[in-house]
């Protein structure tokens, strides 16, 4: 008796370990590939966190939006490319983070339409799995 209590805990065990190792190692989608939910300009999503920061993140939380808007700078870093969209405060933009390195990186002033993924308010929005909008 206790021998199979040993054998079903063991395989349950292994079951469990299997199931964990498939859900790690998933693939995320590609952002290219995901429906946004939201769209709006850069200004208007900065807005929308500044005025109630709490209501932003039930509306734009875990979402993919859609921000258009000007570039402000853009950095390369660990070769992840960030770009970061104006607002009309001088100390806030929206961060996004591209899901794969540019081929072209946008330059400063450019028009810009990104799709990214919503991961809330520091001092900058940031969007993260970000992808340029052609």
Known sequence: MIKK???????????GAIFGYQQFSKKLDNTADLKSEISLSAQELFTEFEK????ANKTFLDK???VNGIVSSTKVEDGKTNI???????LA????????????IPKEGD???????????LSDVVLVRSVLIK
């Open 84 to 90: 970061y969209l104006e607002t009309e405060d001088m």
């Open 5 to 15: 209590i040993i054998g079903l805990v063991i395989i349950v065990g292994l079951l």
């Open 52 to 55: 109630d920061e709490s209501a």
């Open 111 to 121: 028009k810009v339409t990104i799709k990214g993924v919503c991961t809330g308010y």
């Open 64 to 66: 993919i939006v859609t």
């Open 93 to 104: 933009n929206i961060f996004c983070q591209m899901e794969s390195p540019l081929k072209i």
